[in-house]
């Protein structure tokens, strides 16, 4: 479990550095300062749960802090469909980014399932 834990705080700074270099290109290319304020808020709080996580008091502190990565991981999903429905983010860009995010919610997913076990 330690293992998993310590891959998705790893993935996760990755994930929000990415999410940091959107909200860059978002705000000072394409002028779009609303909906990526919301992505750059959720894309970089799942890395601030998972990193939060690693203190935790106890298992359910554990979990919790687990289950709110994923909740935001499951907002900066929605986000990213939204900016890219709109054309804000290219197909590239999109695929790119959302692949990632879809890898995070998949491994937050699986490491609550254990923990619930």
Same mark, same amino acid.
């Given at each position: 479990?330690?293992?998993? %834990? @310590?891959?998705? &705080?790893?993935? $996760?700074?990755?994930? %929000?550095?990415?999410?940091?270099?959107?909200?860059?290109?978002?705000?000072? &290319?394409?002028?779009?300062?609303?909906?990526?304020? &919301?992505?750059?808020?959720?894309? *970089? $709080?799942?890395?601030?749960?998972?990193?939060?996580?690693?203190?935790? &008091?106890?298992?359910? #502190?554990?979990?919790?802090?687990? @289950?709110? %990565?994923?909740?935001?991981? #499951?907002? *900066?999903?929605?986000?990213?469909?939204?900016?890219?429905?709109?054309?804000?983010? #290219?197909?590239?860009?999109?695929?790119?980014?959302? *692949? #990632?995010? %879809?890898?995070?919610?998949?491994?937050?997913? $699986?490491?609550?399932?254990?923990?619930?076990?």
């Amino acid at each position: 479990m330690i293992i998993m %834990a @310590n891959a998705i &705080q790893i993935k $996760s700074r990755g994930f %929000a550095i990415r999410i940091i270099g959107c909200y860059k290109y978002l705000t000072e &290319q394409k002028g779009e300062y609303v909906m990526s304020k &919301q992505l750059l808020r959720c894309g *970089t $709080s799942i890395g601030a749960n998972t990193r939060e996580s690693k203190n935790a &008091q106890s298992r359910m #502190d554990f979990l919790s802090k687990l @289950n709110i %990565a994923l909740k935001e991981a #499951d907002e *900066t999903e929605y986000w990213l469909d939204l900016l890219h429905e709109t054309h804000y983010l #290219d197909d590239c860009m999109f695929e790119s980014i959302n *692949t #990632d995010c %879809a890898e995070l919610i998949k491994l937050l997913t $699986s490491i609550i399932k254990k923990l619930k076990e």
